[in-house]
């Protein structure tokens, strides 16, 4: 293909707005696929992630459009993951390409991600083009958006294309502006090689295959390359392009986006970002920003039957060669025996990670409360680093802890400041600013504890504004709090995965809070069960969990056989998700209220 001819771009919006939709639709048009083969939203192809409807792999499509002009365009779709748990995805996805479409609800106008992205998309420095979507929804407002778009975000939008990727309107109008305002890739196909690697997965046949953007020079069948951040070396075997079926070539030059294989069984070998070279005439630089992704989120998880810790080592380190994101070492739980402490770059991840454990691999697993990394600073002056609360060093040893803040920004129509406000208060929140959108909206920003906001924030938020907040959030740093160790004691004995870290001031009542709902959550056993929250030594809060008066059997006079197996199979079932810590069963849901606050 001519390089003056190719164009590459990616669709950014906030979630919901119809990013995928119009993704199909472009293929379609496009005639890559015929409405007969799409199945809904292919560019998603998970289960996963059709089911929650969410974007979580990047994927690239090669399309060809012949334009008004008369001339034919090879076009490269890059879909890009919506959620901000995996932002550094999105950024190197857009550096991949050279425009984006910003797709922007017409009923919803411009929201917190669909910020956050355009400020990813312009740290790229990409054309961005804005496409109002869901024209034909009766309560759309274009005009409303268009404001927005230039308001907020500041982009010109008087030529924003009126589209309805549902219906199909506007599609070829948005296909002539990519043609017309996307730059032409640039960068010499005959220079050293420098290709950005932006996704990859594992394939049980073939090994690691590498989706990257040849940026320059021309990658070939048959040649030796080299990881350049771990310089690991090996020969292509297969490269190709996604029609979206996958087609092989000969080459990729320059401008062209595709995947390759090369046997490559180790993952680790491979990183997002990285940039790929030739082993003969290599590239004296790599290409610009390539980071590794530290997880910010920790938890335990351990199987329910103990037997399968092994089968849980096989299924983390399966899964890890398709997301390097993810971090696992062994941990020991005097409460819950073997298991592991992962990384997680958010909840999100977390959860698709142990719905995948349990789906794929068929594990039964009991999660600890989630976890950020704090920063100790002890008084020899040392610093150390805890992503396990009950790892948390003695008191006396400790100079300050430090906790991870994010700016979050949250934009939300007026009525609902109240009840925003109050939760930012809530959850420990430094008010920054708030502005008016328009007449209507607001942009509020505070700055937050990171392990404020990993447990509800999100739900909390949605549910005190009927739904119509948007949030994001960026890492800004850490910052010195009064935190403290909390220790939950059931009949007397520390449970090490219950321990929390609290801020001081607000350790008693999140102790009653705890103790209260713990009582409710650990069923009733044989013996009456007190439950305690302390702060080092002191007891904070109590509860009691009642005895149980009857044995379920008791009541079987020891006749009906078949009527005891039923029952105690019933009490099995009920106990899947319970460990027993002692003589005490504790379920599941324990380790989560320890976040809860009311
Ligand atoms: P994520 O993958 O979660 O980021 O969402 P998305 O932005 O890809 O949105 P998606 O395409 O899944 O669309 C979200 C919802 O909006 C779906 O129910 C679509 O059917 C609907 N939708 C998309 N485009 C239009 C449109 O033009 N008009 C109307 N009425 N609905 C639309």
């Known amino acids: 293909a001519k390089q003056e001819q190719i164009r590459n771009f990616s669709i950014i919006a906030h979630i919901d707005h119809g990013k995928s939709t119009l993704a199909d639709r472009i293929l379609e048009v496009t005639g890559a696929i015929t409405s007969r083969e799409m199945k809904d939203q292919l560019l998603d192809s998970m289960e996963l992630e059709r089911e929650r409807g969410i974007t979580i792999k990047l994927n690239a499509v090669q399309l060809t459009y012949t334009a008004k002009d008369g001339k034919e365009y ?5 879909d890009t993951p919506g959620h901000v748990d995996f932002t550094y995805e999105v950024s190197r996805s857009l550096a991949a390409c050279e425009g984006a479409l910003l797709v922007v609800d017409a009923a919803q106008g411009v929201e917190a991600q669909t910020l956050a992205n355009v400020y990813l998309a312009l740290d790229n420095d990409l054309e961005i083009i804005p496409v109002i979507n869901k024209i034909d929804l009766p309560s759309a407002d274009p005009e409303r958006a268009k404001q927005e778009i230039e308001d907020v975000i500041g982009l010109p939008a008087d030529d924003a294309v009126l589209a309805s990727a549902k219906s199909g309107i506007g599609i070829e109008e948005i296909l002539e502006q990519i043609v017309e305002l996307v730059p032409a890739p640039t960068g010499d196909p005959d220079g050293p090689l ?12 073939r090994g690691v295959m590498i989706s990257l953007r040849v940026v320059q020079g021309t990658i070939k ?8 951040s771990t310089g690991a070396e090996y020969d292509i075997v297969e ?30 070998d491979v990183h997002v970002g990285d940039t790929v070279t030739a082993v003969d005439n290599p590239a004296p630089e790599a290409l610009p920003g390539y980071r590794k992704m530290n ?34 070492e062994p941990e020991t739980s005097q409460a819950l025996g073997f298991g592991y402490r992962c990384g997680f770059l958010g909840l999100l991840h977390m959860e698709i990670i142990q719905e995948r454990l349990e789906r794929e691999f068929n594990l039964e697993l009991l999660a600890t409360a989630p976890s950020v990394v704090y920063h100790v600073n002890l008084t020899d002056g040392q610093q150390m680093i805890v992503d396990n609360p009950s790892k948390m060093p003695d008191p006396q040893r400790i100079q300050t802890i430090e906790e991870p803040y994010v700016k979050a920004t949250i934009m939300s129509p007026a009525d609902y400041i109240g009840p925003i406000m109050e ?63 909390m220790d939950i004691m059931l009949n007397g004995d520390r449970l090490d995965a219950l321990a929390i870290i609290v801020h001081k001031d607000f350790a008693f009542d999140r102790g009653k809070v705890i103790t209260e709902k713990l009582k409710d959550v650990i069923p009733r056993h044989q013996f009456e069960i007190p439950i305690q929250a302390a702060l080092g030594g002191k007891i904070i809060a109590r509860s009691t969990i009642k005895a149980l008066r009857k044995n379920v059997l008791a009541k079987c006079y020891g006749g009906d056989i078949s009527r005891k197996r039923k029952l105690l199979e019933k009490q099995k079932e009920g106990k899947k998700r319970m460990k027993s810590f002692g003589s005490v069963e504790v379920p599941q849901e324990a380790f989560m209220t320890v976040l809860s606050m009311d």
Not at 241 to 265: C, F, Q, Y
Not at 301 to 328: T, V
Request: with cysteine.
């Open 74 to 78: 090879l076009m490269h779709l890059i």
């Open 221 to 228: 069948k048959g040649q030796k390359i080299r990881m350049m």
């Open 295 to 328: 997880p910010m989120v920790f938890c335990g998880l351990y199987p329910i039957d103990s037997a399968r810790y092994n089968d849980l080592r096989e299924a983390l380190e399966k899964l890890q060669l398709s997301d390097s994101a993810l971090e696992f």
């Open 239 to 268: 490269l190709g392009v996604n029609t979206p079926a996958e087609e092989k070539r000969d080459m990729l030059i320059a401008g062209e986006v595709g995947w390759i294989s090369g046997s490559i069984k180790n993952i680790q």
């Open 194 to 205: 420098q290709a950005l690697i932006f996704d990859s997965h594992f394939d049980a046949y």
């Open 423 to 485: 939760l930012c208060q809530k959850k420990r929140g430094d008010y920054i600013n708030m502005d008016y959108i328009d007449n209507t909206r607001v942009r509020i920003t505070y700055e937050l504890p990171l392990g404020e906001i990993v447990y509800d924030f999100f739900d909390r938020l949605k549910s005190g504004t009927k739904g119509y907040a948007s949030f994001d959030y960026e890492l800004i740093g850490y910052k010195a709090s009064k935190l403290v160790k």
